[in-house]
């Protein structure tokens, strides 16, 4: 639990400082806080979030051509935001590395299926 506390705290850092993401760290923090409680993490089970976005990918290991969109868009603007707001070159080019790696992750690594198809044993039905 206490390394839940101390990823949440380096959450909510990186959601004030461009450099720092924030998002792994959340995801941490409620990793940790999940383990630590069988109430936190049935409760985290039963949530919209959870049953949307991460049973669905854990199962199919693929996505929707709109949540692929919509998540690279939303990161994108996080990565510029920072490259804009950092004075920093060495730092701007990681991050520019970075998001055209994400670019290249998403499209040839992730599986791309149509709204409401399912993938069983690697083939669409």
Not at 16 to 26: A, I, R, S
Not at 95 to 104: P, Q, S
Request: aromatic share 18%.
């Amino acid at each position: 639990m206490l390394l839940g506390f101390i990823f949440l705290g380096i959450g909510i850092a990186g959601t004030v400082l461009p450099v720092l993401p924030g998002g792994p760290f959340y995801l941490l923090a409620s990793y940790c806080f999940a383990k630590s409680s069988e109430r936190i993490e049935n409760w985290f089970k039963r949530t919209t979030f959870y049953e949307k976005y991460v049973v669905g990918f854990w199962q199919t290991k693929a996505m929707t051509r709109k949540e692929k969109i919509r998540i690279n868009l939303i990161a994108d603007f996080f990565i510029l935001f920072s490259v804009f707001y950092v004075d920093i070159l060495f730092v701007r080019v990681i991050l520019l590395a970075l998001g055209i790696y994400k670019h290249y992750y998403f499209v040839k690594k992730i599986k791309t299926v149509k709204a409401g198809k399912k993938i069983v044993n690697g083939d669409s039905d």
